[in-house]
Each structure stands twice: as structure tokens, then as C-alpha cells.
């Protein structure tokens, strides 16, 4: 259990952190005015998208999985219950910065106070993830 472990933590380290670079560079993406800056830094936000975060998702949830079935007496706190269900919001917030990114440049697209936004709740939702892990408050 305790491979497990580890490589969910791995997992999440590479998630956590593709994810808020990418909302830096979508910050940076969505103010810029060049075309050519704009569809630079929308090609490096691709590529780490597809490589970083969502790998580092899937071997999150793969190895998240695996942990729970080989421990399932850790689904009786109330705090796996509410890290789970923030682990869903981050899913969402990896959606919706995906979906978003894609329309930077287009009419009505994102602008950069949308992806500073996204990055500060990644962030708390990061901490309150780490809160419930370390304290495990119930």
C-alpha cells in the first residue's frame, strides 16, 4: 500500500503543479496582444496540458483508487469524504481551465483575471486538500 501511496503523491505533485503553471501561462496568454506571443505561449500551454496535468491527474486517481480498495476502512472518515469531493472540484477547475484556454484570442474569450482566479483556487482548494490529509479534523 505503501507504492501506493507514494506514486498517488507523485501523481498529485505533477498534477498540482502542471496546473498552476498552466494557469500562469493562460494569465499571461490571455493579456497578451501579439498573435504570434499569444499562439506561442497557447502551443507550450498544449503541450503541458496534455503531458503534465493530465497525466499527473490520471495517476492521481489510478493510484488514489488503489489505495482506497487496499485500505476501504479509510472511506469511514468524514475527512476522505471531503477531500474526495475537493478532489472533484479540482476536476472541475482542470476542466474549466481547459475549456477556457482553448478560446483564448476568440470574441468573448477569457480574460487574464479569469486564470489568476483559477490559479488562487487551485491553491486553496490544494490547501484544504493537505488540511484534511494532515489533520484529518473528523
Given amino acids: 500500500m505503501q507504492w501506493f501511496i507514494i506514486f498517488h503523491l507523485f501523481g498529485a505533485i505533477f498534477w498540482m503543479g502542471g496546473l498552476l503553471v498552466l494557469s500562469s501561462i493562460l494569465t499571461v496568454a490571455a493579456g497578451n496582444e501579439s498573435a504570434a506571443g499569444q499562439a506561442s505561449l497557447m502551443a507550450v500551454s498544449r503541450r503541458l496540458f496534455n503531458s503534465v496535468c493530465n497525466a499527473g491527474a490520471v495517476i492521481t486517481i489510478i493510484f488514489g483508487i488503489l489505495t482506497i480498495i487496499a485500505d476501504p476502512q479509510v472511506m469511514q472518515h468524514g475527512w476522505m469524504h471531503v477531500k474526495l469531493t475537493l478532489v472533484v472540484v479540482l476536476l472541475a477547475l482542470h476542466v474549466w481551465m481547459y475549456a477556457r484556454g482553448k478560446r483564448i484570442g476568440a470574441v468573448g474569450g477569457p480574460t ?4 489568476q482566479l483559477l490559479h488562487g483556487l487551485i491553491s486553496v482548494v490544494l ?3 493537505l488540511v484534511m490529509v494532515i489533520k484529518q479534523p473528523f
Fill in 112 to 115: 487574464r483575471h479569469e486564470f
Fill in 127 to 129: 490547501l484544504a486538500i
